[in-house]
C-alpha cells in the first residue's frame, strides 16, 4: 500500500512557477512508477507528466505535448517523493494536479496503468 500527498499549489499569475511535490509512504516506493495528472473544472483528467522504470531499467520521462519544455518531473528516492516543477505557468494549466503511482502499467499516459492517488493540490494561474 501506497499513500500519497501532494503539496505546493497555489495562485500563480501567466508566467510564473510552481514546485508541486508528493510525499509517498511505503519503502518501496523506488520501484514504483510516478505520474502526474490534472483535472480542471468541467474536463476529464488528463496525463501532464510521467517518470518511469524503461526496460533496461533505467529513469525515462514523460510529458504531453501541452506542457513539455515548460514543466520537468523529477524524483527523489531518498525523500520518497517526486516533483513537478513549471515554469511559465498558464491560466489553462489552471487544474486540481494529482500524482500516481504504478507499476507494470502499459501506458505511463494511461490512468489505469496506476493503482494508487493522491487527493490532489489546487493550481490556479491568473492572467
Known amino acids: 500500500q501506497v499513500q500519497l500527498v501532494e503539496s505546493g499549489g497555489g495562485l500563480v499569475q501567466a508566467g510564473g512557477s510552481l514546485r508541486l511535490s508528493c510525499a509517498a509512504s511505503?519503502?518501496?516506493?523506488?520501484?514504483?512508477?510516478m505520474g502526474w495528472f490534472r483535472q480542471a473544472p468541467g474536463k476529464e483528467r488528463e496525463f501532464v507528466a510521467a517518470i518511469v522504470w524503461n526496460r533496461r531499467n533505467r529513469i525515462s520521462t514523460y510529458y504531453a505535448d501541452s506542457v513539455k519544455d515548460r514543466f520537468t518531473i523529477s524524483r527523489d528516492n531518498a525523500k520518497n517523493t517526486v516533483y513537478l516543477q513549471m515554469n511559465n505557468l498558464k491560466p489553462d494549466d489552471t487544474a486540481v494536479y494529482c500524482c500516481?503511482?504504478?507499476?507494470?502499467?502499459?501506458?505511463?499516459?494511461?490512468?489505469?496503468?496506476?493503482?494508487?492517488w493522491g487527493q490532489g493540490t489546487q493550481v490556479t494561474v491568473s492572467s
Open positions: 500516481a503511482a504504478g507499476s507494470g502499467g502499459t501506458y505511463y499516459d494511461a490512468m489505469a496503468s496506476y493503482d494508487y
Open positions: 511505503g519503502r518501496t516506493f523506488s520501484v514504483y512508477d
